[in-house]
């Protein structure tokens, strides 16, 4: 069972390990610290064990998902599905109308988990991303929240 809870302070140090072991282009310490001091991170956790993490912002009711992690050595059994699932549904319960999101073109398993829970294509950003041999485009996707307790979210 995912449980989801503010970032704290202290768990920086894991997030920045657990990114750097799921992503070839981990978010900078600046970047993760500065949406904790903003209350915009949340931590997922599997027991006692923290196997990934949210970073979010919120602009009236659309909230824009700006990175989903989940540690590799805890990739492939659903943790994310699970994760982002239990997100949506606190988005929805807080009033939270739309969800967007930004994701590499190459990222398939994304893709597929984002299209699995209802998120549509929107637009493209080419060259938003840095890669290996230059730039890669961005899939912009959007979801409508539905009300809170809607099975819509359940992977």
């Known amino acids: 069972m995912i449980q989801l809870e503010p970032a704290t302070g202290d768990q920086l140090p894991e997030l920045l390990v ?21 209350q915009q991170l949340w931590s997922a956790f599997e027991g006692s064990a923290l196997v990934g993490f949210v970073v979010a912002q919120s602009v009236l009711d659309e909230t824009s998902l700006l990175h989903l992690v ?5 990739q492939g059994r659903g943790i994310g599905a699970r994760l982002l699932a239990l997100w949506l549904k606190r988005l929805c319960a807080a009033g939270q109308q739309r969800c967007l999101l930004e994701v590499r073109a190459s990222n398939a398993p994304a893709l597929r988990l984002y299209r699995k829970l209802g998120f549509t294509e929107i637009g493209r950003r080419p060259g938003y991303y840095p890669a290996e041999s230059g730039t890669e485009t961005a899939i912009v996707m959007a979801l409508v929240l539905t009300q809170p307790g809607a099975d819509l979210y359940r992977p």
């Open 18 to 38: 657990l990114d750097a072991e799921a992503s070839a282009w981990p978010w900078p310490k600046t970047a993760l610290s500065r949406h904790l001091a903003k």
């Open 70 to 74: 989940v540690g590799r050595s805890h």
